[in-house]
């Protein structure tokens, strides 16, 4: 680089400089940041007040402060729809706050992804991190290529790559997210491929949404599966997905599982499992998904069993079996099938 490839006229000006540092100062806050990742990750683009509380444990008022300092600092914009005070990305925000998240997740890869170990934390040599992650993401979507080969190999590659970063996001140990965003990718490859199928699979499909995906919609999810076999494809998803199934619902989720079934993890709710499902079944997740013309949506007024007792929690799972054994009844002739394969 020569003296002149850098200069003035490459800086900013002052006020693009001010206004950057606003976004920037806003931005410079665990909580903000998470806030402001699960809007970007919300499917409809939106997410209601409610939902963004659940991240945190904070009063509702220290919430309403951040949240008005995201939008005072031109982050977020606040709609009201009736009694619902739903968020959303600034326009112009979504591709700025997209960038910069997809940086942070790669910064993230450096010190915790595979392979990390002394040498990462020393920072001797960090780079070979980033390149075992790209290796592993690489070999995924040669895999999933050849299994989806109807479909464009730079659309597996954008799905395999947006599954990683949308998990990392989350994630507290990433020792294992190249497997996980493996399965999630799969997942929504399948979602892809029968929805644009059409009737090629005339099974019907039914999306679980909760706010964090650690819950109510596992347990529904898991329940369906156990009811109504491979007659029906489940899957779940959360508006705000936590980083973990909560502790309190893991020995009732696990009770529910099948030999050779896969661990069920949180996912965030993507377009894809909306596009592709029959019945979408919501459970305090407010307006956070899309409604789409064709679709049959139930709301089911369903306890949240992250703070409750194990006795609460197995209240909740008999409450959730009642209602999915009636809407298997609805699905699936009675004649029914054998155990589904499906992800959760």
Request: proline share 9%; net charge negative.
């Given at each position: 680089m020569t003296t002149t490839d850098v200069g003035p006229q490459h800086a900013l000006s002052r006020d693009?400089?001010?206004?950057?540092?606003?976004?920037?100062?806003?931005?410079?806050?665990?909580l903000r940041l998470q806030i402001v990742s699960a809007v970007a990750g919300a499917a409809s683009g939106r997410l209601p007040a409610g939902a963004i509380a659940s991240l945190t444990e904070l009063t509702a008022p220290t919430v309403s402060h951040h949240l008005r300092a995201l939008r005072e600092a031109g982050v977020l914009v606040a709609e009201r729809r009736g009694t619902w005070v739903l968020y959303g990305l600034a326009p112009g925000m979504d591709r700025v706050v997209s960038d910069l998240l997809d940086a942070l997740a790669a910064a993230a890869a450096r010190s915790t992804g595979p392979g990390a170990g002394p040498t990462?934390?020393?920072?001797?040599?960090?780079?070979?991190v980033l390149l075992d992650v790209d290796a592993v993401l690489a070999r995924t979507t040669r895999r999933l290529a050849a299994r989806f080969a109807d479909l464009d190999d730079e659309l597996v590659t954008r799905v395999v790559r947006g599954s990683y970063t949308a998990l990392g996001r989350t994630a507290r140990v990433t020792?294992?997210?190249?497997?996980?965003?493996?399965?999630?990718?799969?997942?929504?490859?399948?979602?892809?491929?029968?929805?644009r199928a059409g009737d090629g699979d005339r099974r019907p499909r039914v999306l679980f949404v909760c706010v964090a995906n650690a819950g109510r919609s596992q347990l529904a999810a898991a329940l369906l599966r156990r009811v109504a076999g491979d007659a029906v494809v489940v899957r779940s998803a959360g508006s705000v997905p936590a980083a973990e199934?909560?502790?309190?619902?893991?020995?009732?989720?696990?009770?529910?599982?099948?030999?050779?079934?896969?661990?069920?993890?949180?996912?965030?709710?993507?377009?894809?499992?909306?596009?592709a499902a029959d019945v979408i079944v919501t459970?305090?997740?407010?307006?956070?998904?899309?409604?789409?013309?064709?679709?049959?949506?139930?709301?089911?007024?369903?306890?949240?069993?992250?703070?409750?007792?194990?006795?609460?929690?197995?209240?909740?799972?008999d409450d959730l079996e009642a209602r999915v054994r009636a809407l298997a009844a609805d699905l699936v002739p009675p004649s029914g099938g054998q155990?589904?394969?499906?992800?959760?």
């Open positions: 693009a400089a001010e206004g950057v540092a606003g976004v920037l100062r806003a931005l410079a806050d665990p990462a934390r020393d920072g001797d040599d960090t780079d070979h020792q294992h997210l190249p497997v996980l965003a493996e399965r999630f990718a799969r997942q929504r490859l399948e979602d892809i491929a029968a929805a199934v909560h502790a309190t619902v893991r020995p009732v989720l696990d009770a529910l599982l099948a030999d050779g079934d896969e661990e069920p993890f949180p996912k965030p709710l993507t377009d894809d499992a909306v596009r459970m305090g997740c407010g307006d956070a998904c899309p409604v789409l013309p064709g679709k049959r949506y139930e709301d089911w007024a369903v306890g949240d069993p992250a703070l409750a007792s194990p006795l609460g929690v197995q209240a909740i799972r155990r589904s394969q499906e992800d959760a």
